[in-house]
């Protein structure tokens, strides 16, 4: 922690707060809900309750570590990489860059980060960036798997040389759809970025 100098103006944490509208960018866990082919259904069952005689409410919980809206840490493609548990909550929380991606089955490329710094300035060591490639209202359909946009490693590139670190899409992935390499991954995830995945509502954001 550093000091600030005396008469720096800083404003205050709940003033500041007060001024902005929070917006929720992840999709409600609910048993049913589409998840990735062979990965675990999420499931939620009530196993006691006050209401069957028992003291206390109690459900059963389970789910694969990769449903609904989620990050990829590190070790998801790095060895020995670090796991979400090693992430620190301040690695999650900062200013973010909207990108806007190209609907359909299409690349998302560096033309979207000179598109946003053109209007709103540079992306900053530190910064998040968020891609909506308007796919959020595919989810839990079955068209939600279909080919997806997908990012390019020359964006990723692009934003790692920005010092992004974290990339989130709307989309089950930055990826390609059918790509087993998965190029985009391995070179953020490399870098000790973090990777958000279907994520939802990032049309509500600007700037």
Known sequence: MTEREP????????????????????????PGMTVWPGHPRFEHELLQCYTRGDASRHHRIAL????GTHLDAPVRFVPGGADIARTPLRALTGRAAVLRGPAGDT??????LAEFEAAYGPVRPGDFALVDCGWAGRWNTSASLEPWPYVSVELAAALL???VRMFAV????PDPSDSRACPVHRLLLGADALIGENFTHIDRLTG
């Open 7 to 30: 008469d720096s103006p800083v404003a205050e944490p709940a003033t500041a707060l007060g001024r902005m509208t929070p917006v929720d960018l992840s999709h409600p866990l609910e």
């Open 64 to 67: 694969g570590e990769h449903t």
């Open 107 to 112: 690349e998302v490329t560096p033309a979207a």
């Open 161 to 163: 040389e920005r010092e």
């Open 170 to 173: 709307d989309t089950p992935s």
